[in-house]
């Protein structure tokens, strides 16, 4: 079997410019890797996933229950796994991945706040995409720690993901439900044992180069 290494943060935390960084410090050590990145937007697995953060299932997405999302996320996960990458995973390669599984571990969870309900419900995620769908466990996850009210900052005149004239999906324009999420990462990733990066120091912004290369050196370790 390959590897699956994985990055993921609230929004504005910085993922795709550090999944930009380490693929070009793999590129330059000539080391073979595909990318991907959820939710697949070119891809028509996405279709659920997109209704629900432009809001036709409610702009409010503490409505919708954190079951349900998930598996909008989760079947985009696994049409692109045997799509695009089981072949070259189960033959030894290595697989980057831009927010996984964790994705929802951050963002729905952050929606449940009894912690015994929020341990049942990743659970049951656990359960579903690893057991059920079958789709790689990574070997290492990154949770980029940025402070909420930095991330805010960063995101503020940012375009909708999928959609360059409509405004930022449902998640983004809600200000508790990235504070939440900010919370439920924090905890989470303690629990799952992933390698937390912190994106400021002392309260202020590290530079992405810094961050990068306290990344690669920990991919390289398990290369």
């Known amino acids: 079997m390959g590897k699956l290494i994985v990055i993921d943060g609230t929004d504005g ?8 960084i380490l693929k070009n ?6 080391i ?41 996320y989760a079947a985009d996960r696994y049409a692109t796994y045997k799509k695009d990458l089981e072949e070259y995973y189960i033959s030894g390669g ?21 912690f015994e ?12 995409e ?7 466990i990574p ?8 402070p909420t009210e930095i991330a805010l900052k960063l995101i503020e005149n940012r375009k909708n993901k999928f959609d360059e004239n409509a405004v930022k999906d449902i998640h983004e324009r809600d200000k508790t439900h990235l504070i939440n999420s900010y919370n439920a990462a924090c905890d989470v990733a303690k629990d799952y044992n992933w390698d937390v990066i912190n994106c400021t120091e ?5 530079t992405r180069e810094e961050i990068g290369e306290e990344i690669f050196k920990a991919v390289e370790a398990i290369l």
């Open 139 to 146: 070997d290492k996850v990154f949770f980029l720690n940025m």
């Open 13 to 20: 935390s910085g993922k795709e410019t550090q999944m930009k």
């Open 32 to 72: 073979d890797f595909r990318r991907v990145s959820f939710p697949n937007y070119d891809s028509p697995s996405s279709s659920l996933v997109k209704m629900y953060l432009s809001g036709e299932f409610g702009t409010d997405s503490n409505t919708i229950s954190p079951y349900i999302a998930s598996t909008f």
């Open 202 to 206: 002392n309260g202020i912004l590290r």
């Open 94 to 114: 290595l697989i980057l991945a831009d927010r996984y599984t964790t994705a929802n571990m951050i963002h729905q969870a952050g929606k449940i706040h009894n």
């Open 25 to 30: 410090k793999l590129n330059e050590k000539n």
């Open 117 to 128: 309900e929020r341990k049942k419900f990743l659970n049951w995620l656990w359960d579903l």
């Open 130 to 136: 690893f057991n059920i769908y079958k789709i790689p």
